[in-house]
């Protein structure tokens, strides 16, 4: 199994405008809700979706790798030591869409209170997307499917497989999107080449006799809150930016 952590630094904010009309300022319980909303979405939508698989001359058989997206909620003491942090600026009142800027290798996000809920997208044809999902899988340093711009037109077509994809209109991981956890087993194991499997293979499911699976826990679960990986989660730290 491949478990790939991604951490994230969250900031919470009113903007301006809603603040003059008396919007209430985030509280600690309201903080907490919509991390763990983005955390939770963010591990089911991209873990165990697709599975990658190696040949290599040495090997009798292709090895299987499941794979697991770990979202880690930072704090402020620990940024000091901490490289690649996803730092997520999540604004009460805002109207503007969320976007995503890389900032020295260090992405930063600006989202809306309302972007971790399920809502309609804006492609029609009935597709419904998690802004917040939509976000991280740039994090992930995935683009658009024809683009990396904000034309409507990068997003692809709704009708199709990559416009209804987690980096178009929709919800759905594809094998394309898998790609990138291949790359990051060919950078762990370089002496193999690793390729997205073109059907799903679940870590739950018993694996056939000639697969081997690289040494590692076996999870009984569904991926959740990362405080289920038994990570530590200093929620009382949690940065409230005040204008």
């Known amino acids: 199994m491949l478990c790939v952590f991604v951490l994230v630094q969250f900031q919470f904010e009113v903007a301006e405008s809603a603040r003059q009309r008396n919007a209430k300022e985030w509280t600690d319980s309201e903080m907490d809700d919509w991390a763990d909303h983005f955390i939770r ?138 790609v990138v956890f291949a790359e990051i087993m060919g950078e762990i194991t370089p002496t193999k080449s690793w390729r997205v499997r073109s059907e799903t293979f679940r870590s739950q499911e018993p694996r056939p006799f000639r697969y081997m699976k690289i040494p590692g826990p076996k999870p009984d679960r569904l991926p959740g809150p990362a405080r289920s990986h038994g990570l530590p989660l200093h929620r009382h730290t949690r940065h409230h930016r005040k204008h």
Do not use: M
Not at 85 to 102: C, L, M, N, Y
């Open 41 to 178: 979405s963010a591990e089911n939508t991209f873990s165990y979706q697709w599975s990658l698989e190696a040949f290599a001359l040495d090997l009798r058989a292709p090895t299987i790798v499941d794979v697991e997206l770990v979202v880690v909620d930072v704090t402020e003491e620990s940024l000091s030591s901490t490289e690649h942090v996803f730092t997520a600026i999540v604004t009460r009142g805002s109207k503007e869409r969320p976007q995503t800027f890389d900032k020295q290798r260090k992405p930063q996000v600006q989202l809306r209170e309302t972007d971790v809920s399920l809502k309609p997208s804006h492609g029609g044809e009935g597709l419904a997307q998690r802004l917040t999902d939509h976000e991280i899988a740039h994090c992930l340093g995935l683009s658009h499917p024809r683009c990396q711009d904000e034309d409507l037109y990068c997003y692809g077509d709704p009708k199709t497989a990559e416009g209804q994809s987690v980096t178009g209109l929709g919800a759905t991981v594809t094998q394309k999107d898998y």
